[in-house]
């Protein structure tokens, strides 16, 4: 078992899927190599044949080399061709899919593998530039594309430790280095392969998984913004109909009486008080979820822990509430802003209490006079050991046997990560601290918690960070404004 949310991992998991309070969230998902394009690969192309020429002009002219000076600006040729077309047949915004920009990555690669053969192979110093398009390729491409650019990479520079055209200097001296020094280049290289393609991949995966779970969060709490801004127009629709439908209840109940009974015109004076009615109730359900939101801004902690929870209450396990003050605090509690990434927050914290709970889940909120803090257990299996130090990480990684047993119980997730990053997120940006546990560590010794055996989630805020001013709080927000002048 495992109380986390699905994860973005690698490319399939671009579509981002939050499910929670009844919401799903979802970003259209787009492969690696669209995100590059054409115009990007063609500007550095032009800086490396820019070098190339550079460098061959410089050793011919000024250090007196001897080089296939030919076929080294044949090869060059080859690239500006290339740039040339790519430029003059697709458009400048093109973005390249997955095998376009292989080939364009294979290209370059092959292309410079020629430039080292002609020019000493591993004694040229620029040797070291094969590792550059396998850095490219982890850093757009996938990972079966990278892995055949890199032994593609090694296996070129395997070849030109022992095939290449000598460098010779302008008195005809072979330059080369010794043995064990052409051997020590080829090791480098490979090693710079592997090494900076894997780290390239690891770092940029993980920006895209942070930056694709930020954006699922910011859509989370835009959600829940519209949500509460839905809720209080409604409150303020049933508010102001509420007049109206009164007077027209009044005026037909009036008539109802003054007309004689039985005849067609009391009957329908009893049907338009009766439909009145209708509408009233049909309003007042309709704005019980936003009439807090427009008539009570801020409400007790305890009340908007209530509600975060409230969608939970009905799925078949027991919420226990245990509210009160420590440390000599005030028995009353303190009063927040109903703020949506609170109210968010937690209530996917209580759902993931829910859905891994046995039976039961305690929900328990103290506050003393410098810090409110709230503690969600259950009596569930608890976090899983090897994952205590990762909980909240948006990327955490794939374990079978978790994945099976989450499987079992919510069939739709099919990773772990991205919810409890969310709800991490949104309560870290009001100012709480959060800390994970199991309640078999933590209430081994107390008999009072010992069917708290699941996992512990604490959130801690300072107590100045949430509660609002007592006169603000208990005051009024000023007289209604009519929606219709």
């Not at 410089?58 to 076929?71: D, F, H, M, T």
């Not at 000598?166 to 592997?194: C, E, H, K, N, Y």
């Not at 099976?404 to 997730?413: F, G, L, Q, W």
Request: glycine fraction near 8%; hydrophobic fraction near 45%; include cysteine.
């Amino acid at each position: 078992m495992c109380h986390i949310y699905p994860m973005l991992h690698r490319t399939q998991q671009d579509e981002i899927s939050h499910k929670g309070a009844g919401a799903q969230i979802q970003v259209a998902p787009r492969g690696r190599g669209a995100w590059i394009r054409l115009r990007t690969l063609i500007l550095l192309r032009w800086w490396a044949i820019i070098g190339q020429l550079a460098a061959l002009i410089v050793a011919q002219r000024a250090l007196g080399i001897q080089l296939e000076a030919g076929l080294c600006y044949l090869v060059i040729g080859a690239s500006i061709v290339s740039n040339l077309v790519a430029s003059l047949v697709f458009p400048a915004t093109k973005r390249l899919n997955e095998t376009e920009n292989l080939a364009m990555v294979l290209f370059d690669l092959l292309q410079l593998g020629m430039l080292l053969y002609l020019t000493g192979g591993l004694n040229n110093p620029f040797s070291v530039l094969i590792v550059g398009p396998v850095i490219v390729s982890a850093s757009s491409l996938s990972s079966r594309s990278t892995l055949f650019l890199g032994m593609t990479a090694i296996l070129i520079v395997t070849v030109l430790a022992r095939f290449h055209l000598d460098l010779r200097s302008d008195t005809g001296l072979i330059m080369q280095r010794p043995a064990i020094f052409l051997f020590g280049t080829w090791v480098a290289i490979v090693i710079g392969i592997v090494f900076l393609g894997v780290y390239s991949r690891w770092i940029v995966t993980e920006m895209r998984a942070m930056s694709g779970a930020l954006q699922a969060t910011q859509m989370a709490l835009a959600r829940e913004q519209k949500l509460t801004d839905l809720g209080g127009v409604v409150a303020a629709a049933a508010h102001e109909l509420g007049t109206p439908l009164a007077t027209i209840k009044l005026t037909s109940s009036e008539l109802a009486s003054d007309l004689p009974e039985g005849s067609e015109a009391h009957a329908d004076a009893l049907l338009i008080s009766a439909q009145a009615d209708r509408c009233r109730d049909i309003l007042r359900s309709m704005g019980r979820a936003g009439k807090d939101d427009l008539h009570l801004r801020s409400a007790p902690f305890t009340a908007i822990v209530e509600e975060a929870a409230e969608p939970h209450s009905e799925r078949g396990k027991m919420l226990l509430f245990d509210n009160g003050p420590v440390h000599g605090a005030s028995q009353r509690p303190p009063v927040i802003l109903r703020r949506p990434e609170i109210i968010h927050g937690l209530r996917n914290l209580i759902q993931n209490a829910v859905d891994f709970a046995d039976a039961r889940v305690w929900i328990e909120a103290r506050w003393s006079s410098t810090a409110i803090t709230l503690r969600i257990m259950d009596d569930g299996p608890g976090y899983p050991a090897n994952m205590m130090a990762r909980i909240g990480d948006p990327q955490i990684p794939r374990r079978a046997r978790k994945i099976a047993a989450i499987s079992e119980r919510r069939p739709e997730y099919d990773g772990m990560g991205l919810g409890l990053f969310i709800a991490k997120t949104l309560l870290e940006r009001s100012g709480a601290d959060l800390s994970f546990a199991n309640g078999a560590d933590s209430f081994r010794s107390d008999s009072a918690r010992s069917e708290r055996i699941g996992a512990v989630v604490e959130v801690t805020w300072p107590r100045s960070a949430l509660e609002v001013a007592s006169d603000s709080a208990l005051g009024g927000i000023g007289p209604n404004t009519p929606i219709i002048p």
